[in-house]
Structure formats: C-alpha cells, structure tokens
C-alpha cells in the first residue's frame, strides 16, 4: 500500500530546520553524507535540503511492483516522468495536476 515516505523542502539551514522539529515534535534526526538532513516522526520523514539542491517534492513509498506499473500509467497518460537513483533508493519524479512534485520511491532490499 503506498504512503506518504518524506516531504523534501530547501532551506538555508537543514540542521537548524530539523532540530526544530526535534523540540517541537519529538522527530529522530538522521545525518548521512550526501543525503539530506532527515527529521521522521514515525515513519514519514522531512528531508531538509540546502538551497539550490533538488527540488521541493513529496516522496510516496511504494513497491517495486507499483513503481514499475506507475511508469507505464504514466506514459499513457504523457506525463513525463523521471527516475533518479539515489544510490539506497530508486525514485522516479513527475508533477500532479498542479504542478506539485512528486516522487515514487523504492528502497533497494524493502519491499
């Protein structure tokens, strides 16, 4: 079943950002190389990204399974799409209707 994984925004401070929620809500702060700063309350995350680095999105888990036939919905329906690789994960990246970002992503080794 899809969900709601992250909500990647840019800001020009991540640490600061994160903590934030950390004191206001409790969120797990992870700190990878690389990644963006990540503030999860549960197991839906904020992806705290430095100004200029990737675009503002809303990230949907899904399977490998739903991502593959999410591709080819898309397609027929000429919504350009594209798939990034994000080294522990596999997003691929179109707009809504209104132009909002999203992103179907997998996980290498979850289902």
Do not use: C
Request: proline fraction near 5%; hydrophobic fraction near 40%.
């Amino acid at each position: 079943m899809p969900r709601i994984d992250h909500v990647a925004v840019a800001t020009d401070d991540p640490d600061r950002a994160a903590e934030f929620y950390e004191r206001l809500f409790g969120a797990r702060i992870v700190k990878e190389q690389g990644h963006p700063v990540m503030a999860y309350l549960g197991n839906t995350g904020f992806a705290f990204h430095e100004l200029g680095g990737p675009e503002e999105h809303i990230g949907v888990r899904v399977s490998a399974e739903k991502q593959q036939e999410l591709k080819r919905r898309l397609d027929e329906e000429g919504i350009a799409w594209e798939e990034h690789d994000h080294g522990v994960a596999v997003g691929v990246f179109f707009a809504d209707p209104d132009g909002r970002q999203l992103e179907a992503i997998v996980y290498a080794g979850v289902e």
